[in-house]
């Protein structure tokens, strides 16, 4: 986190304060490309050398990019929800009115495909620490946002316990028709403008282009942590897998070597000359047959001993703290599935449970500040007022859903859960509130159907009783002619 003195930038943001902030995230920025280049693959292995003519193989066991993606990918699993916490039945209209104002909101959301948006933040929270995201007014005024590199975005807070944003920048490098880079364009989003600096390199002062007012009431730049400590979710591994890749080229440098083993010929030349000499080494190898003329000559190859069990203990070791540390569990560990109860698997799945609560925590934190940005400009458009505070957001978990367990469940607690809550917990229902309208709208119908066909049954009865009494009074009739 960038921390200044707001009473720096109480009179504006002078190019002193900016170089300054720019020169701090640099910093972290180089960090933040070795984390990309291990996400890509490009692990320290890649740069190791040796001497020439041995055997140096060079492999990556990708178990960065493994580990950010199951874990972004458990955190998103599915649509984050959205629903009014404040709402109660008891409120009437403006329960009504809230539910509006919510819709607006998830309507903007959509033209924006945020979901597509929150999976990148997530994955970029994994991978660098925070995720950062740029909310900005389409050509139509209609608000938008998208992912922007954390690499070269950030927001500077104030020092205290508070740490409200103060401004976010954003550096875009500048290209020319050749693509070769010239310099590059710095812009600073304050809670009421956007300021264009422009600069020629990174020791080159900023130089003011212009400014533009927005209208999101904030600084529209947000920053999405992965944890307090905005740490990447395999940063705390990078030297077991260093380790681990460092052991799995090796052995097969080994088994290199093993196959191009030295042949040692004692008692015995192959040659006086030195064309009979590679005359005889070609005939070797081609024939792969070696006559031993001299009863003491003996021929072996040099090799040392491979310990492949040895080898393979200390792989399952590094694997082991690999996943352990990092509170990913290995989900094709032939072990993983053995234990088939649920509440053994959820014990299995306690580490990343617990790092995904951590993520979540402070994901939320992000997506109430777009939420506040995204409302203040929506009303200024008119839109109904909405509270983001009261608004409830819930995650849903990537992991297999037993679909039938679910409705036996969702069975049970209908009349003690309300409907729209029920509904929340179906894997295959990703809009509640459009699903529990249509539900309400069926339910009705067949209410409908059934006043219909219940009138219709008690007209046949009450007909039918009015049949058997005319039959009876004819009958005591009869009778009593008779008599």
């Known amino acids: 986190m960038i921390t200044l003195d707001a009473k720096e930038v109480a009179n504006g943001i002078s190019g002193k304060v900016l170089k300054e902030a720019l020169d701090k995230h640099a910093k972290r920025a180089g960090e933040m490309g070795k984390l990309r280049d291990y996400y890509d693959g490009k692990h320290a292995i890649l740069q190791r050398s040796k001497t020439a003519g041995t055997s140096n193989e060079k492999i990556v ?3 960065a990019k493994y580990i950010t993606d199951l874990a972004s990918a458990y955190l998103i699993g599915g649509p984050i ?7 109660t039945d008891a409120r009437g209209e403006d329960a009504g009115q809230e539910d509006a104002a919510l819709n607006v909101l998830l309507d903007a959301y959509k033209r924006c495909n945020i979901d597509t948006v929150d999976a990148e933040l997530a994955k970029h929270a994994g991978i660098y620490g925070r995720g950062a995201e740029l909310a900005y007014m389409d050509a139509a005024a209609r608000p938008r946002t998208a992912a922007v590199d954390p690499r070269y975005a950030f927001v500077v807070y104030d020092d205290t316990v508070a740490h409200e944003p103060l401004f976010g920048v954003h550096r875009v490098t500048r290209q020319n028709a050749h693509g070769e880079a010239e310099g590059e364009t710095v812009t600073v989003y304050t809670a009421q403008d956007a300021i264009c600096y422009a600069r020629k390199g990174a020791d080159a002062a900023p130089v003011l282009q212009g400014v533009e007012p927005h209208y999101f009431g904030g600084v529209p730049l947000t920053e999405y942590w ?3 400590d905005e740490r990447g979710d395999f940063e705390p591994v990078l030297t077991l897998i260093d380790a681990y890749n460092l052991l799995t080229s090796d052995r097969v440098n080994d088994k290199e070597q093993l196959v191009d083993a030295l042949l040692m010929i004692s008692g015995v ?3 006086d000359t030195d064309d009979e000499f590679n005359q005889a080494v070609r005939r070797l190898r081609d024939q792969r047959i070696l006559e031993m003329p001299t009863a003491g000559a003996s021929a072996a190859y040099l090799t040392k001993q491979l310990n492949e069990g040895d080898a393979q203990v200390l792989a399952d070791a590094l694997a082991r703290d690999i996943h352990k540390i990092a509170m990913v569990p290995a989900l094709t560990d032939d072990q993983f599935a053995q234990s088939a109860s649920g509440v053994a698997m959820k014990f299995k799945l306690l580490g990343l449970e617990q790092l995904t609560k951590t993520k979540e925590r402070w994901f939320r934190e992000g997506l109430r500040s777009r939420m506040r940005l995204f409302v ?6 008119g839109a109904p007022a909405l509270d983001p505070e009261l608004v409830q957001m819930t995650f849903s978990r990537g992991l297999p859903v037993n679909d039938l367990e679910q409705a036996q469940m969702i069975a049970q607690l209908q009349g003690i859960v309300p409907d729209k809550v029920l509904l929340r917990q179906l894997s295959f229902v990703d809009d509640p509130a459009t699903a529990l309208v249509m539900l309400t709208q069926q339910r009705e119908e067949q209410a409908q159907r059934d006043g219909v066909r219940f009138g219709q049954y008690a007209d046949a009865n009450q007909r039918g009783q009015v ?4 039959e009876a009074a ?4 009869e009778t009593e002619g008779r008599s």
């Open 467 to 470: 049949v058997s009494q005319t």
């Open 226 to 228: 992965n944890n307090e």
């Open 269 to 271: 030349t192959l040659g």
């Open 376 to 381: 203040h400009v929506l009303g200024v458009k």
């Open 61 to 63: 066991v990708n178990h």
């Open 81 to 87: 929800g959205y629903a009014d916490a404040g709402k």
């Open 474 to 477: 004819g009958a005591v009739e």
